[in-house]
DNA sequence: TAGATAATTAGAATATCATCTAAATAAATG
DNA sequence: CATTTATTTAGATGATATTCTAATTATCTA
């Protein structure tokens, strides 16, 4: 959880969550978006990646990302535990 | 709402929060739960409150913390524009 | 008002993070 | 197979963040 939170964390990177949202996208096409370094843009990526915030998947010559909205869930989840205050189950999401 | 997810990205300020979901605490109470000196909680405090994350009110001697659900809920709003499929709303957080 | 208690502010040390350029890897194509 | 294109890795630098101790502020009470 706390991964996924430093993840989160960046503006660059829940732009980049964003831009998902509305479809997969190369490394390339994402860059293209932000006035920040090729490998700058692959390092947020790398961050996104290992808070399995998102997926990568090699098409030929390009790299595709998208989102992994399994893990959005979790956080949304641990939101909930926070907020609702008829849940009375002791969360497990630290 | 950057302020926001800075202010979650730290594990001892999210561990914070899941204490006051079960209700108010003193910053000295707050405290007892950590093994950290005072000043530095007392960070994490400040970094909440600027956040608007918890709300702050002097009682005598004492500074009474509380969840502040509202903003939380706000946060809740981010996560569900960016998993939910259906919500065309071009969101204004950002 | 002096002393005790609760909490914050100041200032410094250390660690972590975002960003860059240069170099490396991977795949496509002439 | 050499070259081009897409992307990542390496290594360095400057900016932020976390944490500490010491000092300060605010309040209560004898």
Chains 1, 2 share one sequence.
Do not use: C
Request: aromatic share 6%; charged share 25%; no cysteine.
């Amino acid at each position: 959880m706390n991964e996924t939170f430093k993840a989160l964390s960046d503006a660059n990177r829940r732009q980049i969550l964003r831009l998902l949202r509305q479809g997969d996208l190369t490394a390339g096409e994402i860059a293209e978006h932000f006035s920040m370094s090729k490998p700058s843009l692959s390092h947020h990526l790398n961050i996104l990646k290992q808070a399995h915030l998102v997926l990568r998947e090699r098409k030929g010559q390009h790299v595709l990302y998208s989102l992994n909205t399994t893990v959005l869930q979790e956080v949304m989840s641990w939101f909930l535990e926070l907020t609702d205050e008829y849940n009375r189950d002791e969360g497990a999401l630290k």
